[in-house]
């Protein structure tokens, strides 16, 4: 049983890597199109990257639009994970269901409805157009997630903090929100992400304008199969694994400055 | 006694069911040791929350040394708390935890860290002083708790269930220790607590609560002694109870219903007409031979059971049909088995008379 799950554990990982053993190899090649086994090797289409403004740009505007978004998106998925898990209102149960609506629908329909009402505001082919509907998209994953955080936290905690002389507002700064940071912190790079790798309503109104890359690289790939969208995923790829095991370091650290 | 925490008929009620509490009124001398006692939605925790601030009474008022507590917000009133769960700052170290208060406070830095210092000392932690609660035991976080609660001198320290959390030799330690700094800073203290021997072995007074009322308050002895009523001669301790008439025309017996008269010393403020009549199993003792006569009353008992708790037994059965427990200390009952037949006596006061329900009237007698 354990050798069954062993080896299948080991399939789904080559699975969910197989693409990644191509698309690497591809962005050091030298050929002039996709090609893999690539010919032969080299980084000129790094330097291609880094020269290319029409790379460059949506580049700036994913990391502008995916960190204004995760703003945005926690500047309204606080006060409602507060209200929600805290708070007995009516109408509370139709908030909630409103909050996590975007999940449920498909991301084509919501992108074929911004575009058509966004057009008419005049808000395609801008920053704040894109922001606002990547808030969309992201505001169910934050309450869900703050909201799970709240749930678990211990109130007499905020009480002994009053009981101890902390006004509301030092309750929060001292004792809430410091306990609560990595839930936000995970939280808004949820939001981050989902908005850096969101695709369809992008292509929808992100424009030329405020293009993102995921954009660019869906139009780079339909019109000519550049390579240098297997270096923009190669990148991609790094700054993940470099987040990952910068935060997995972090925790060790904290593990070994404080024995438990 | 004038009362310094003076708790004036306050209700709370959450929507249209019974009161959570249901006109609680207490008067608590300064530098008081009283607990809160009874079975859990009786009211006690209730009660502390709207002391500490965190619920507002529905209706009556909370005075400390003269000046209502109702319109003040929790974080103004100077009023000390310690959480069953201890509810310490996990992000912050023993010495943070304890230095909260003073922060809060905007004490000097140089003042803090003596208070805090001496606070950790008080309860023997100075060597922990930088661990996060994660790394203590909960006894070291209970005593954290208790640090922080003292150190910034509240008017008033509330414990609620300090020690629920705790195994039972730990238990007892605190309860010396809470106790020890009860006497050395002669701080007022209110305990809640569902345990009776806590509320037995550290209270100056104990108010019994039962379904949102304070059904007694008194010393540990009074309220063990000579309960008010039923409910409190049940929940504090182990009790024989017997339905009984007292007839006016004959001072000092009481007719037990289906036993016949025995003798009861006469009581300040015994209820009269129908009664139950308590005895308390360790009060029963064996009958040796013929000298039961005199003024003691005697019981004859089948024994069902026999139950060894090492320092006494517990002798269960029966007396001409109702159930009777006694308690034998000491020897005296070495070797019983299930079967036996007992003779046990009781003097005239050891019984207390309570007055009984309506309810159980027409039934009973």
Redesign the interface.
């Known amino acids: 049983m354990t050798r069954f799950s062993d080896w299948f554990a080991w399939l789904v990982l080559l699975f969910l890597a197989a693409p990644l053993a191509i698309v690497v190899p591809m962005s050091f090649s030298n050929a002039p199109s996709f090609q893999f086994p690539p010919p032969a090797w080299g980084v000129q289409y790094y330097r291609a990257f880094f020269a290319d403004p029409r790379w460059l740009q949506p580049t700036v505007n994913s990391f502008i639009i995916g960190a204004a978004t995760a703003v945005v998106t926690m500047a309204l998925g606080i006060p409602a994970a507060f209200a929600i898990v805290r708070h007995r209102f009516a109408g509370r149960g139709w908030v909630n269901l409103l909050l996590l609506l975007p999940l449920t629908a498909p991301h084509i329909v919501l992108a074929l409805g911004y575009y058509t009402y966004f057009g008419r505001l005049r808000l395609t082919q801008t920053y704040l157009g894109v922001v606002l509907a990547h808030t969309c998209l992201c505001v169910p994953i934050v309450y869900l997630t703050l909201s799970a955080a709240l749930k678990g936290f211990d109130r007499n905690v905020e009480r002994a903090a009053m009981n101890l002389g902390a006004n509301p507002w030092r309750v929060f700064r001292h004792v809430t929100f410091p306990m609560l940071r990595p839930a936000f912190l995970v939280a808004a790079l949820f939001a981050f992400i989902q908005s850096f790798d969101e695709t369809v309503v992008a292509l929808f109104i992100s424009g030329r304008d405020a293009s993102t890359l995921p954009r660019k690289i869906f139009d780079s790939l339909r019109t000519q199969a550049d390579p240098v969208v297997a270096v923009v995923s190669t990148l991609l790829l790094g700054i993940v694994l470099a987040g990952t095991i910068a935060s997995r370091l972090a925790a060790r650290r904290r593990r070994v400055e404080t024995p438990a | 006694m004038s009362a310094y925490l003076d708790i004036v008929d306050v209700v709370k009620s959450y929507g249209a069911a019974r009161p959570a509490v249901d006109g609680v009124s207490l008067a608590i001398g300064k530098g008081e040791f009283v607990t809160f006692l009874g079975p859990s939605g009786s009211g006690k925790t209730t009660t502390l929350m709207m002391i500490?601030?965190?619920e507002a009474p529905t209706s009556g008022d909370i005075r400390l040394d003269g000046r209502s507590l109702v319109s003040i917000?929790?974080?103004?009133?100077?009023?000390?708390?310690v959480?069953q769960?201890y509810?310490?700052?996990?992000?912050m170290t023993a010495a943070q935890n304890v230095a909260?208060?003073l922060r809060?406070?905007g004490v000097q830095r140089a003042e803090q860290q003596r208070r805090v210092a001496e606070a950790l000392a008080s309860v023997d932690l100075q060597a922990l002083a930088h661990r996060?609660p994660?790394?203590m035991s909960g006894g070291q976080q209970q005593r954290v708790?208790l640090a922080?609660?003292l150190v910034?001198a509240p008017d008033v320290l509330l414990l609620d269930e300090p020690l629920g959390a705790l195994d039972k030799n730990l238990r007892e330690q605190m309860q010396v220790e809470i106790k020890r700094i009860h006497r050395e800073i002669g701080i007022t203290m209110i305990y809640v607590t569902h345990d009776q021997t806590e509320a037995m072995t550290m209270s100056d007074r104990v108010a019994v609560f039962s379904n949102g009322k304070v059904e007694q308050i008194g010393s540990p002895l009074e309220v063990y002694n000579r309960p008010a009523n039923r409910f409190v001669g049940e929940f504090i301790g182990d009790s024989n109870f017997f339905a009984g008439r007292v007839d006016p025309s004959r001072p000092g017996w009481v007719e037990l219903a289906g036993i016949g008269p025995v003798r009861i010393a006469t009581q300040a403020t015994a209820p009269a007409g129908e009664v139950e009549v308590m005895i308390r199993p360790e009060r029963l003792r064996l009958a040796t031979g013929g000298d039961t006569g005199g003024a003691d009353n005697t019981f004859d008992m089948t024994v069902d059971d026999v139950i060894n708790y090492g320092d006494s037994l517990l002798v269960i059965g029966k007396t001409r049909g109702f159930p009777l427990r006694a308690r034998m200390v000491g020897g005296a009952a070495d070797g019983l088995q299930p079967g036996a037949a007992l003779k046990l006596a009781w003097a005239p006061g050891d019984a207390h008379l309570l007055p009984r329900p309506p309810a159980e009237r027409d039934s009973a007698v």
């Open positions: 500490a601030g965190f917000e929790p974080h103004r009133r100077n009023v000390g708390m959480f769960n509810a310490l700052f996990p992000h909260f208060p809060m406070r996060h994660r790394e708790a922080r609660a910034f």
